[in-house]
């Protein structure tokens, strides 16, 4: 495995990869910088996240091989398709997914999303239009600063 670690307005981000493809990235805890070799695939990526973060890009062009199983694969892809600058409830990602009966399964499949920000679970919103619970940063408080530069980021 291979990790890049970067600063970047939501703290600091590790990015893992297997020499050929994206594999993860986590939102680091305060002091939590335990990182191997970092390879080509995970400069680019972090590259991209800088720039996505800058306002200067607003797809990814990476190759990703998330371990995941096949139904959260399934449900990562359609989380892939919903376009920058728009947000849709889980309500409406579990429509997307041909499961109307599933919005928490929806939820999830966020929860769940080992590339977050890349695969973009930010932009699945409660009903109410706040942030959930998504890859990466379960169990923060919504008004930690790093939510907050998330939201402003959509």
């Known amino acids: 495995m291979h990790e890049q670690i970067g600063n970047s307005p939501f703290g600091l981000i590790s990015v893992t990869s297997n020499g050929n493809a994206v594999t993860g990235i986590r939102f680091l805890q305060d002091g939590e910088t335990d990182a191997s070799k970092a390879d080509n695939v995970s400069r680019e990526t972090w590259q991209q996240i800088e720039q996505w973060c800058a306002g200067e890009r607003q797809e990814f062009d990476l190759p990703l091989a998330p371990p995941v199983s096949a139904s959260l694969h399934e449900w990562l892809t359609v ?71 998330l939201k402003q980021a959509l």
Do not use: M, W
């Not at 239009?129 to 790093?146: E, M, T």
């Open 79 to 149: 989380l892939g398709r919903i376009p920058y600058g728009h947000t849709v409830t889980y309500k409406e990602f579990a429509l997307r997914a041909g499961k109307p009966e599933a919005p928490r399964a929806a939820g999830t499949a966020c929860a769940r999303n080992p590339i977050p920000l890349i695969i973009p679970c930010h932009r699945i919103t409660k009903h109410d239009g706040s942030l959930g619970n998504f890859g990466g940063i379960q169990g923060l408080d919504p008004k930690h600063p790093r939510n907050l530069a």
